[in-house]
């Protein structure tokens, strides 16, 4: 989360919920990350014990975060993230925005141009607009991973995401590589709907990391983070992520 947002709108399973307070804005700035226990909490923000108690408890009365315990040791207690950003206060990204609307423009005679620029268009918008589109996308791509995993054969780590990568060619996705490393990655080059982006100075896959994060826990009961750390919209020739191990 940016540091200049001074207000966000999350939304819950019970609504959308408006918070500008500063010490909960950075509780949930470090959970947006990844988990984290009371003690972590208290490191990372800077706080005393006291203030941290008292706005995590609000923060669990606005169903915002999650305190859950460890399965080999009920005594140890860490808590999770349980909503989205929808919008926040910044300056809005319009310049963007209107440069790739009029990049859009000059493509309307030809359809597989159009068709390639409309997704990336459709985010500049929202955020030109104050509404941050990655959570909402990243969410839904984990829904869409929840349903293509079953239907892969594989049962171990490796093996389902060279499944999906041969899922990625056949719906002209992109051409998916696994990466060799001590930590897993995914190389992606043609990607279906940044593969035309310019350098924007941001990635814009949350979707595809939510996909694959979808269809990794769907299938393994694999509980990772997929970041997407290079992009098309960053000036790489490629999408390149990395897969983070979240299981506690």
Request: with cysteine; aromatic share 8%; glycine share 8%.
């Amino acid at each position: 989360m940016e540091n200049d947002r001074t207000t966000v709108i999350l939304s819950t399973a019970t609504g959308m919920i408006a918070l500008d307070s500063p010490v909960k804005l950075k509780i949930l700035e470090i959970l947006e990350i990844g988990t984290a226990s009371f003690d972590e909490l208290v490191e990372k923000s800077n706080k005393a014990k006291s203030t941290i108690s008292v706005h995590l408890h609000d923060l669990e009365e606005l169903n915002l975060i999650h305190e859950k315990t460890f399965p080999n040791d009920k005594r140890k207690k860490y808590f999770v993230l349980n909503a989205i950003y929808l919008a926040y206060s910044q300056r809005p990204l319009r310049k963007q925005y209107n440069r790739q609307m009029d990049v859009l423009g000059t493509s309307i005679t030809d359809g597989n141009s159009f068709k390639e620029k409309l997704f990336g268009n459709f985010c500049y918008g929202m955020e030109a607009y104050g509404i941050n589109p990655k959570p909402i996308l990243k969410r839904i791509g984990n829904d869409i991973g929840a349903k293509i995993g079953p239907e892969l054969k594989s049962r171990y780590c490796e093996g389902i995401l060279e499944e999906l990568a041969v899922f990625w060619s056949e719906h002209g996705l992109g051409e998916m590589t696994l990466l060799n490393g001590n930590q897993i990655g995914i190389s992606v080059v043609n990607c279906y709907h940044c593969g035309k982006m310019p350098n924007v100075g941001k990635t814009l896959c949350s979707m595809d990391e939510g996909i694959i994060e979808g269809v990794l826990f769907s299938k393994l009961k694999y509980n990772c983070r997929v970041q997407e750390i290079e992009c098309y919209g960053t000036g790489h020739n490629h999408c390149k992520f990395i897969v983070e191990d979240l299981e506690l």
